[in-house]
């Protein structure tokens, strides 16, 4: 089974940026590693829906829990449905 894998660095002032993905994410979104990364949801996505997303991912911070939800992007020049978990990982220090 094909499952997207990304990782997302956490910057200062509350922002996302992609920092790797695999190559299932990069089959099924269409979207190469080297055009993602160093991006972040507002320059992949378009308003509508980077910013429940980013909303998404700033409460899986401030819990440090497991978020999973069911969203539907436009990726492949069609709109899919993903089932999405973000996973906290936090560093020797606390910090997620």
């Known amino acids: 089974m094909d499952v ?13 940026q992609i920092a790797a993905c695999n190559a299932a994410h990069e089959r099924l979104t269409g979207l190469p590693a080297a055009f993602v990364r160093g991006k972040t949801l507002d320059d992949l996505l378009p308003a509508n829906l980077a910013t429940p997303a980013i909303q998404r991912f700033r409460m899986c911070v ?3 829990q497991r978020l999973t939800y069911e969203e539907n992007l ?3 020049g069609k709109s899919t449905w993903w089932l999405t978990s973000l996973t906290p990982l936090v560093n020797g220090e606390g910090r997620v």
Do not use: H
């Open 4 to 16: 997207s894998i990304f990782v997302i660095d956490v910057l200062e002032g509350g922002r996302f």
């Open 74 to 76: 436009p990726f492949t």
């Open 62 to 64: 401030q819990q440090v």
